[in-house]
């Protein structure tokens, strides 16, 4: 099993940048495909980016392409997503989600869930 923990959401201005992470349980996550998550207000939640359990392919939503990073150092058991160049439809609660399965753009696949961190970008 995998427990995950987000940090590092908050209120930024446009054109900003912040650092999302993800602390997980244990040893386990490094067999898992890990994904970051965003659901704004009225929205259905959808993907921003995900990367393979190690690291070797990562994807992305295009509305974040070239704005966004997803790393994970699974040394220390942490998935990042920076993200630079912010605006204001980035505003979000975002989540850290995990899977055994392989790499995926559809939440429904995944396992588990952090219970997400705020961003909220101002104009």
């Known amino acids: 099993q995998v427990q995950l923990v987000e940090s590092g959401g908050g209120l930024v201005q446009a054109g900003g940048s912040l650092r999302l992470s993800c602390a997980a349980s244990?040893?386990?996550?490094?067999?898992?495909?890990m994904g970051w998550f965003r659901q704004a207000p009225g929205k259905e939640r959808e993907v921003v980016a995900a990367?393979?359990?190690?690291?070797?392919?990562?994807d992305y939503a295009d509305s974040v392409k070239g704005r966004f990073t997803i790393s994970r150092d699974n040394a220390r058991r942490t998935g990042n997503l920076e993200m630079s160049r912010l605006k204001p439809d980035d505003t979000a609660v975002y989540y850290c989600?995990?899977?055994?399965?392989?790499?995926?753009?559809?939440?429904?696949?995944?396992?588990?869930w952090g219970q997400g961190t705020h961003v909220t970008v101002s104009s």
């Open positions: 990367i393979t359990y190690n690291g070797g392919t990562t």
């Open positions: 989600a995990a899977t055994f399965g392989g790499l995926s753009a559809t939440p429904r696949v995944y396992e588990y």
């Open positions: 244990g040893r386990a996550f490094n067999t898992y495909t």
